[in-house]
């Protein structure tokens, strides 16, 4: 018999990094943790399975990096339900 369920667990790690043109900030270090799990089962005999993700698990608020415009809000802790089946 197969196991139905698994979990999934992510750690993010990021090391501080500069905030300014002129590297007078600095952004901290920061560590991020995503926690998942999926579940098998069956929808009127066809194969389904239930997702459910939470990311940001420890809601930690940070600005992020990035490409043009630069600096964007790191999204807040979220919870995401996905269902798929075969019909």
């Given at each position: 018999?197969?196991?139905?369920?698994?979990?999934?667990?992510?750690?993010?790690?990021?090391?501080?990094?500069?905030?300014?043109?002129?590297?007078?900030?600095?952004?901290?270090?920061?560590?991020?943790l995503n926690?998942?799990?999926?579940?098998?089962?069956?929808?009127?005999g066809n194969?389904?399975?239930?997702?459910?993700?939470?990311?940001?698990?420890?809601?930690?608020?940070?600005?992020?990096?990035?490409?043009?415009?630069g600096l964007?809000?790191?999204?807040?802790?979220?919870?995401?339900?996905?269902?798929?089946?075969?019909?």
């Amino acid at each position: 018999m197969a196991i139905a369920a698994s979990i999934d667990f992510a750690l993010i790690r990021f090391g501080t990094s500069p905030a300014s043109i002129d590297n007078a900030t600095q952004n901290p270090e920061q560590t991020l943790l995503n926690l998942g799990g999926r579940y098998r089962f069956t929808i009127a005999g066809n194969p389904a399975t239930l997702r459910v993700v939470i990311n940001n698990l420890n809601n930690y608020y940070f600005w992020n990096m990035g490409l043009s415009p630069g600096l964007t809000q790191y999204p807040p802790r979220s919870v995401f339900a996905y269902l798929t089946a075969d019909i």
